[in-house]
């Protein structure tokens, strides 16, 4: 009997905290991970006929850590690594009868090692913590998968050869490890938000994943202007999603959401928490995008959205946090601000850097769109369709192209 759709919910969020305890207690990374796919298809096996049993974090480290333990055994070089494990820090050692404890933000400050290039700690985190395949964390990069692969084998074969990589840091480590942290969790829901692949809009577990360790952090370190800034924009962010989808489940741009439907506690709170951090001046790019979802927040419709505010903000992320997405949306800004001839200029001036992705044509389409060059839009809005993984995403732009056919031939 295959697992229901709630157990492969349930296997998918313990996954990080198991691989987590046994990472901390073997420190063998590529070991753990086998050992628990090999405890996942075990659970996924059993549980629809025997039942979810009343500890199933325990029983899945306990059937993972059997796993390990007898490979262990049965291979000389491994009987070595047991011995250096069992002489650790007993206090680094978690205790695998604790039901209740969650290592997966601990297990994402352990992956983002300072021994990694940012890119590559990132890129490791997401694949092996936060549940992005690599085909997810390219497009989340806009870089060929195969190169995202190698990124990822890289930074494995990196912290292989290091002593003790997962050996909890000292007190003054944690702070160094926090800004790829950060961009772990903003990767995680960008992908929840907005699902790049499959036939949803949002994937609802990953979006609300990273708020709740957003604010496991942001309880530790309150003060920090960045951990507040990235916590308000994600609720602010969140907050639209009742409205980002229409009745049959296809995506509704911000453009044409009801905004009636938008969640005002969440946006409420992102407002406060978006104030307290810009306290600390806008040199952040979490703060920055913050200020931005702000003003979109506030607004009553698009025409009534403080454009030239938005632009500003953009442009101070053009220069605090250089990457393609960024030059796209600033374009966007550019042209709702000065038209969208502007828009197309400014991304025109920055083509090479933005290709390999379908965002481009579907950007430009939509200047186009505003622009009345029907043509041009068409034929973006095609290239785009035929080119995002995301099926309601496709949807929507076939649709679009579609729409502005059937107007031309009218006209």
């Known amino acids: 009997m295959p697992p229901s759709d709630d157990t492969e919910d349930l296997l998918r969020e313990l996954r990080p905290q198991v691989l987590g305890a046994l990472v901390r207690r073997f420190g063998d990374f590529a070991a753990a991970e086998d050992a628990l796919q090999e405890a996942l298809v075990a659970a996924a096996t059993h549980w629809p006929t025997d039942g ?11 059937v993972a850590h059997r796993r390990m333990t007898d490979a262990i055994r049965a291979d000389a070089a491994r009987r070595n690594r047991e011995a250096i494990a069992a002489g650790r ?9 604790t039901p209740d404890r969650d290592d997966t933000l601990t297990l994402f400050f352990l992956c983002c090692h300072p021994a990694l290039p940012p890119a590559g700690a990132i890129a490791l985190t997401l694949r092996a913590v936060g549940g992005l395949t690599t085909a997810e964390i390219a497009r989340a990069f806009l870089l060929p998968e195969a190169t995202m692969a190698q990124r990822i084998t890289r930074a494995k074969k990196r912290v292989a050869a290091l002593d003790r990589p997962f050996a909890v840091p000292g007190s003054g480590q944690w702070h160094d490890r926090l800004g790829a942290v ?10 929840g938000h907005a699902s790049t692949s499959g036939p949803e809009v949002r994937r609802a577990d990953l979006s609300t994943e990273a708020i709740r360790l957003t604010r496991a952090i942001h309880r530790q370190l309150p003060d920090d202007p960045e951990v507040t800034g990235l916590l308000a924009l994600m609720l602010l962010t969140d907050a ?4 980002r989808t229409g009745p049959r489940g296809e995506l509704v741009p911000l453009a044409e959401q009801d905004r009636r439907l938008w969640d005002r506690e969440a946006i409420t709170e992102g407002v406060r928490l978006t104030t307290v951090a810009i306290g600390h001046g806008l040199t952040g790019p979490y703060r920055i995008q913050a200020a931005i979802a702000v003003l979109h927040a506030q607004a009553a419709s698009t025409e009534d959205t403080d454009w030239d505010g938005i632009l500003a903000l953009y442009r101070l992320l053009a220069r605090v946090a250089p990457n393609p997405l960024v030059t796209l949306n600033l374009g966007v800004a550019t042209a709702m601000a000065h038209g969208p001839a502007a828009g197309l200029d400014l991304i025109a001036a920055h083509e090479d850097q933005l290709s390999g992705t379908h965002r481009l044509a579907a950007v430009r389409a939509h200047l186009h769109e505003m622009a009345g060059d029907t043509t041009s839009a068409v034929a973006d809005y095609t290239t785009a369709a035929n080119t995002t993984p995301s099926t309601a995403e496709r949807d929507y732009l076939t649709l679009r192209a579609a729409r502005l056919r059937d107007h031309g031939r009218a006209h």
């Open 240 to 243: 639209h999603r009742a409205a």
């Open 182 to 191: 950060l961009h772990v969790l903003y990767l995680i829901f960008t992908e």
């Open 52 to 62: 979810v049993p009343d500890n199933p974090r325990g029983w899945l480290i306990q």
């Open 89 to 97: 820090d007993p206090t680094l050692v978690p205790d695998i009868a």
